[in-house]
């Protein structure tokens, strides 16, 4: 779906930096990744066709790889690779949420 005016490019946009920040704190807490990957789903109809859907989808694939990571890192622990896991995967996620903070900040769609 095309945005049609102004007022749905706005909201698009409050939605998505709405997200980074949850995916961010997620970081230390975890549990608002999963409130910003319903967000993504919710919208992602509302998206297409602009270059906020890069940025959903790119948040989406951070959700879905970052928990992939996450539960077999905790699988792992008791052999001590977990612990080499669960650090990856964080610094991947850290690194995923600021290079797309930044792209969303200079208004640059993401690689699908």
């Not at 970081?27 to 859907?53: A, C, H, Q």
């Amino acid at each position: 779906m095309q945005l049609q005016t102004r007022d749905d490019e706005r909201k698009l946009n409050n939605l998505t930096l709405v997200v980074y920040i949850l995916q961010g704190v997620s970081l230390f807490t975890g549990v608002p990744m999963l409130v910003g990957v319903i967000i993504n789903y919710l919208k992602l109809d509302d998206s297409r066709g602009s270059w906020y859907e890069s940025h959903f989808r790119w948040q989406i694939n951070t959700f879905w790889i970052g928990l992939l990571g996450t539960v077999l890192g905790y699988a792992l622990v008791w052999i001590l690779v977990g612990f080499a896991i669960l650090g990856l995967t964080w610094l991947w996620c850290l690194y995923r949420v600021l290079r797309g903070f930044l792209a969303f900040n200079d208004g640059k769609p993401l690689p699908l």
